[in-house]
Antibody, heavy 119, light 111 residues
Framework: EVQLVQSGAEVKKPGESLQISCKASGYSFTTDWLGWVRQMPGKGLEWMGV????????RYSPSFQGQVTISADKSISTAYLQWSGLKASDTAIYYCARLGRRTYYLDYWGQGTLVTVSS | QSALTQPASVSGSPGQSITISCTGT?????????VSWYQQHPGKAPKVMIY???NRPSGVSNRFSGSKSGNTASLTISGLQAEDEADYYC???????????FGTGTKVTVL
C-alpha cells in the first residue's frame, strides 16, 4: 500500500528555520516525482515545486523559488521542505504528494503538516 | 506561471448536474491531455477524481466526468448529492519549468 507520512505540526517564531518531512512507502521512491503543495488558511491549493528523488532534479514555482528548499534522501525514501527564515505569511498546511512521471497527476497525498509562524 | 482560472463557486440542487470550468493556455490545458481534478472536503487532504482529462481512478463514482475543448477543461457532476459539497481544483502539466499548475478552486454548494 502506497503511503506518504508527513512529520507533525510545528509552531515557530519569525526568522526561525524549519524542515518538515514526507516519508514514502509501498512503492519505489525514485519511480515518480514528489511534489509539495501549500494551502494557506481558508485559501486554495498552491503548487510549490517538485523533486525527482532519483537525481534530485528540482523544479520550483516562481512564487516559491528562493523562499524554500526541496530535497530528498532516496536512501530513506524521504522528501523534505525547508525554510531558512520563516515569516508569518508561511503559516499554512503543507502537503506532499506523488506526481506520476507518465500520468502527471497527484495520486497519493500525505496527511498534511500544519506550520504556524507567530511571535 | 499563472494559476488556471475556475469560477469561485457553483451550486445546484440534489439530483441536478453542474459543470465547473478550468481555463488555461496552450502551454498547459490546451497543449496536453494531463488535466486532473481534485476534491477537497474541509480539514481533509485533496483526492483525485479525474486524471488525463477524462479518466476516473478506481473507486470514484461515475457521476464525475471530465472533458476538454481547446484551452478549457470541464468537470461535470451529475446526480448531485449532499456529499459532493466540497472544494474542487483542476490542475495540469505545464511546459514551463514549474512542471505543474493548479486552478484557483471552486466551491460547490448543494442547495
Amino acid at each position: 500500500e502506497v503511503q506518504l507520512v508527513q512529520s507533525g505540526a510545528e509552531v515557530k517564531k519569525p526568522g526561525e528555520s524549519l524542515q518538515i518531512s514526507c516519508k514514502a512507502s509501498g512503492y519505489s521512491f525514485t519511480t515518480d516525482w514528489l511534489g509539495w503543495v501549500r494551502q494557506m488558511p481558508g485559501k486554495g491549493l498552491e503548487w510549490m515545486g517538485v523533486i525527482d528523488p532519483g537525481d534530485s532534479d528540482t523544479r520550483y514555482s516562481p512564487s516559491f523559488q528562493g523562499q524554500v528548499t526541496i530535497s530528498a534522501d532516496k536512501s530513506i525514501s524521504t522528501a523534505y521542505l525547508q525554510w531558512s527564515g520563516l515569516k508569518a505569511s508561511d503559516t499554512a498546511i503543507y502537503y506532499c504528494a506523488r506526481l506520476g512521471r507518465r500520468t502527471y497527476y497527484l495520486d497519493y497525498w500525505g496527511q498534511g503538516t500544519l506550520v504556524t509562524v507567530s511571535s | 506561471q499563472s494559476a488556471l482560472t475556475q469560477p469561485a463557486s457553483v451550486s445546484g440542487s440534489p439530483g441536478q448536474s453542474i459543470t465547473i470550468s478550468c481555463t488555461g493556455t496552450s502551454s498547459d490545458v490546451g497543449g496536453y491531455n494531463y488535466v486532473s481534478w481534485y476534491q477537497q472536503h474541509p480539514g481533509k487532504a485533496p483526492k483525485v477524481m479525474i486524471y488525463e482529462v477524462s479518466n476516473r481512478p478506481s473507486g470514484v463514482s461515475n457521476r464525475f466526468s471530465g472533458s476538454k475543448s481547446g484551452n478549457t477543461a470541464s468537470l461535470t457532476i451529475s446526480g448531485l448529492q449532499a456529499e459532493d459539497e466540497a472544494d474542487y481544483y483542476c490542475s495540469s502539466y505545464t511546459s514551463s519549468s514549474t512542471l505543474y499548475v493548479f486552478g484557483t478552486g471552486t466551491k460547490v454548494t448543494v442547495l
